[in-house]
């Protein structure tokens, strides 16, 4: 029953509810405003088994997973129909709808709805130390299965008989709970039926993690503790994962890397004395590198210098309602475990679901390379594709070894049965450059995907371009299962052999992996996101600069609102960077700080002296040579590329006088504790001085500003009606 009415309306509309011959065992019920999609009757809630509130921060990630286990249905409830299953997800649907959908997928395959609760929105159990071994072998198998769906969430699920109210790992929404002697009720708030409360028994809050189950046919009310008691036991799931799962962990040494020339690679690459300062530097020695928020550099397709492809890239954050995490505080809920090898179906439950590598990181050393590289397990079969092609070929040779690459993927997984499939460009030499790894992994990923192979092989990226968190999280955002950054890891290593960093070489490696991961940590948090298998294949990026040819290839699922440069463009600066193999200069850098020779900068310290002596001398044609010198650069920004059309100028007379315009201004709608007082009353007090309007922003206003120059003429009036009063109102002009 769905209306666009208030609740209590609900029942004089639909008369089914008001007939005492119509009767039910439970009711669902949802009242929220959309705030992250455009409400539509096809996504209101409650849908077929759930009710939510909150936000899926990964239901990118979920979906894209989700259309490439439609490769192999398998279930022993459908049997034959299997097939009928697919598509697992309904198109066009919310991010609920889409938990809707997974959620009735696995409970009328088979498993409870408690069951499917702890697989798709797990408690925080990576870090929890004590936490008995049984319920760890049910959550670590479940994270063989699928990556969890997370975010804030509530919910409220039913099979047809029985009830669920749950919390996501974090409990960022609320859920009370009341039992009296014939009702149990969970809402999002208390006070919601005053008068069953008042009969209450027993009250209390889900925590983080937490659910309640009513029992339909039994009558019986559970909470986690028990319901996670009898869903650990109900399958050997620690005898299976002892006997079938693989643990690699091993330490970095203080050897030299034999496998490359690391001199010519870094110009190959195009490292920087800058970047083995402010970047590598710091991470040799343990610190994640911190600097302003914010760049006044070009855009990578705007820039003339040679600028790697994940610098085309940039990283999406959390907005309206769905909060970023704090990745130090919330530790706890954090983790970058990562699990490689072929996936079985989501709908089965058995032994061989275990076959899987384990690792603590997905940044690997050269030890644990080597180890996934050379596995003595028939299930654990690993193929290397070379990243490379014929410098001599030119930008076409590029552009063959890309559909080589996705051809031979192909091969070795449908053929051979890899699924350990390693990405590298390692074969860099005189005569062979380097394919964009990030392209080559997108290309890749990206067709096999397509050929319905994406869930039967694990990609690790082996690399020398890599050397940031952010080139990271791209190559996991695309795909990437690990990477061996193996020229960053060499350079910190003779960092610390030359005693550039005061530490151990061994130490000064292991210290940028713990950097990487913080800055990993970092990158996810801001989505929202707490677990790396949520991230991996979210596609969590807008695409600048980039033509439609280089993102149909290999990041078809990102982003994107303008285009760029092509194919040819990228293959051409990789050429350019690879002449340097033999001889030749590195790149100055200037990138991070501006530097003579360097990437350019809007705020260049021609540009400052220019500004500062306009402003010292007030004068008109020191303003105009500010002007100029901005107007006349190399353009750095998309708006750099646009100017005013040449058109009929308007009349003086007929254009309004300045107190006319100025009564059009309005402030932008912020409340207080957004605004201190201060400087809410001086908005006010400014708006109402000029004519124009300031808008007090939700939560209300402190009444002594009412009819005084500190009132706000506009007053909003938001869902919760937080502040309103009849004064409020009363002091409005809008």
């Not at 001199?263 to 710091?282: D, G, H, K, P």
């Not at 309206?320 to 970058?336: A, Q």
């Not at 699990?339 to 997905?362: H, M, R, T, V, Y």
């Not at 040449?646 to 957004?674: D, N, Y």
């Amino acid at each position: 029953y769905k209306g666009l009415f208030a609740a209590a309306d609900v029942a004089n509309f639909y008369w089914d509810l008001r007939d005492p011959w119509y009767e039910s065992s439970f009711a669902v019920f949802h009242q929220r405003y959309s705030t992250n999609t455009f409400p539509a009757w096809s996504i209101a809630q409650p849908f077929h088994t759930l009710a939510h509130n909150g936000e899926i921060n990964t239901i990118r990630s979920n979906r894209a997973w989700m259309r490439t286990r439609e490769v192999n249905p398998a279930s022993p409830v459908w049997g034959e129909r299997s097939e009928e299953l697919v598509p697992f997800l309904q198109g066009e649907q919310s991010d609920s709808g889409s938990l809707d959908n997974a959620f009735e997928l696995l409970i009328r395959s088979g498993r409870s709805i408690e069951h499917v609760k702890e697989m798709l929105l797990p408690a925080a159990w990576e870090n929890v130390a004590d936490l008995d071994p049984d319920l760890r072998a049910f959550y670590e198998y479940h994270a063989f299965l699928t990556e969890p769906w997370d975010g804030p969430a509530a919910l409220c699920a039913t099979d047809g008989v029985s009830l669920l109210a749950g919390l996501d790992r974090n409990g960022l929404r609320p859920a009370r709970w009341t039992i009296t002697p014939e009702f149990l009720l969970v809402a999002s708030e208390a006070g919601v039926s005053p008068a069953l409360e008042s009969e209450a028994t027993e009250t209390g809050q889900l925590p983080p993690g937490g659910a309640l189950l009513f029992d339909g046919a039994t009558g019986e009310i559970s909470f986690e503790g028990e319901l996670n008691r009898r869903l650990a036991t109900q399958q050997p799931y620690g005898e299976w994962i002892r006997k079938d799962t693989a643990y690699i962990q091993d330490p970095f040494d203080k050897e030299s890397d034999d496998r490359f020339d690391a001199e010519r690679l870094a110009r190959v690459f195009n490292y920087t004395s800058e970047e083995r300062r402010l970047i590598l530097q710091e991470m040799a020695e343990g610190r994640d590198p911190i600097g302003s928020m914010g760049t006044d550099t070009p855009l990578a397709a705007l820039s003339k210098r040679h600028r790697r492809l994940p610098h085309y890239f940039q990283q999406l954050f959390a907005q309206v309602t769905n909060p970023p995490m704090d990745p130090i505080r919330e530790k706890l809920v954090m983790s970058l475990r990562t699990f490689l090898g072929a996936n079985g179906s989501i709908l089965e439950e058995n032994e061989q679901q275990a076959d899987k590598i384990e690792i603590s990181s997905p940044i690997l050393s050269l030890a644990e390379l080597e180890r996934l590289e050379h596995m003595d397990d028939d299930r654990f079969i690993s193929g290397r594709l070379d990243a490379t092609f014929t410098a001599s070929d030119g930008v076409d040779g590029m552009r063959q070894r890309l559909a080589e690459l996705a051809d031979e993927a192909e091969a070795e997984v449908r053929d051979r049965g890899v699924s350990i499939l390693v990405i590298s460009d390692e074969g860099v030499t005189e005569e062979r450059a380097p394919v964009p790894i990030l392209l080559a992994l997108g290309a890749v990923n990206q067709h096999l995907i397509e050929k319905g192979l994406r869930n039967d092989s694990s990609v690790v990226v082996v690399s020398g371009e890599p050397r940031d968190a952010h080139d990271l999280a791209c190559l996991i955002g695309f795909g990437a299962s690990a990477i061996n950054p193996y020229l960053a890891i060499e350079e910190v290593r003779r960092m610390a052999e030359d005693g550039t960093v005061s530490v151990d070489p061994a130490v000064a490696q292991e210290n940028l992996r713990m950097a990487l991961q913080a800055g990993l940590l970092k990158i996810m948090s801001k989505m929202g996101i707490c677990t790396l298998k949520s991230y991996r294949g979210s596609s969590l990026f807008e695409v600048i600069g980039l033509d439609d040819e280089v993102t149909d290839l290999a990041f078809r699922y990102a982003e994107k609102r303008v285009g760029g440069v092509g194919l040819d463009h990228v293959a051409e600066h990789a050429l350019a960077l690879h002449a340097k193999f033999s001889e030749g200069d590195e790149d100055p850098g200037g990138f991070y700080k501006y530097r003579r020779g360097g990437e350019e900068h809007v705020t260049s310290p021609k540009v400052v002296l220019k500004l500062q002596r306009a402003v010292r001398s007030g004068e008109w044609e020191d303003w105009e040579a500010y002007l100029s010198e901005i107007e006349t650069r190399d353009p750095s920004q998309i708006r750099d590329l646009l100017t005013f059309a040449e058109t009929t100028p308007i009349p003086l007379e007929e254009v309004e006088p300045v107190e006319a315009i100025m009564r059009r201004f309005v402030t932008a709608a912020m409340s207080m504790g957004a605004l201190s007082p201060e400087a809410h009353e001086a908005l006010a007090e400014a708006m109402n001085m000029i004519g124009g309007l300031s808008n007090s922003g939700e939560g209300g206003e402190d009444e002594s500003r009412f009819g005084s120059s500190r009132n706000s003429a506009i007053k909003q009036v938001a869902s919760g009606r937080f502040g309103v009063t009849p004064g409020y109102l009363a002091s409005a002009e809008e």
